[in-house]
């Protein structure tokens, strides 16, 4: 299935202050978006959601355009049609996540005796 060449990106500089101190700021950043708008509130969440960034204090969205230009990213798959089946997507629940997870085998154990053989108690010479 071909994509859209009408796909749009928003093109705009941001800065993020986390709660606990400190932040980022990025210049230029391009993300592809659904559509040919988004408010600046949405982009935002879009930000914090993509980069997970934790502990978000106060996002400022700068100098936004929107700009025709195909998406980079691949389209994201249904639930359980996975793109790629060697990652696991940790945003959904653990049950379906245990689901889709091969079982690791047990190791294998090996008894080992507490007490010390006769030879090992009598020192060498």
């Given at each position: 299935m071909s994509r859209s060449t009408?796909?749009?990106r928003a093109c705009f500089d941001f800065?993020?202050?986390f709660s606990?101190?400190?932040?980022?700021q990025g210049q230029g950043f391009r993300l592809d978006i659904d559509g040919d708008?988004?408010?600046?509130?949405?982009?935002?969440d879009y930000i914090?959601?993509?980069m997970r960034l934790l502990m978000v204090g106060a996002v400022r969205i700068l100098n936004k355009s929107i700009i025709r230009e195909r998406h980079k990213r691949q389209p994201q798959a249904a639930p359980g049609n996975a793109v790629r089946p060697d990652l696991i997507?940790?945003?959904?629940?653990?049950?379906?996540?245990?689901?889709?997870t091969p079982v690791c085998p047990r190791p294998?154990?090996?008894?080992?005796?507490a007490t010390r053989?006769?030879?090992?108690?009598?020192?060498r010479a």
């Amino acid at each position: 299935m071909s994509r859209s060449t009408e796909e749009c990106r928003a093109c705009f500089d941001f800065e993020v202050d986390f709660s606990n101190g400190g932040g980022i700021q990025g210049q230029g950043f391009r993300l592809d978006i659904d559509g040919d708008d988004i408010d600046d509130a949405a982009l935002a969440d879009y930000i914090v959601r993509d980069m997970r960034l934790l502990m978000v204090g106060a996002v400022r969205i700068l100098n936004k355009s929107i700009i025709r230009e195909r998406h980079k990213r691949q389209p994201q798959a249904a639930p359980g049609n996975a793109v790629r089946p060697d990652l696991i997507d940790l945003a959904t629940s653990c049950t379906a996540a245990r689901r889709s997870t091969p079982v690791c085998p047990r190791p294998a154990c090996r008894t080992i005796s507490a007490t010390r053989p006769a030879s090992a108690a009598t020192p060498r010479a």
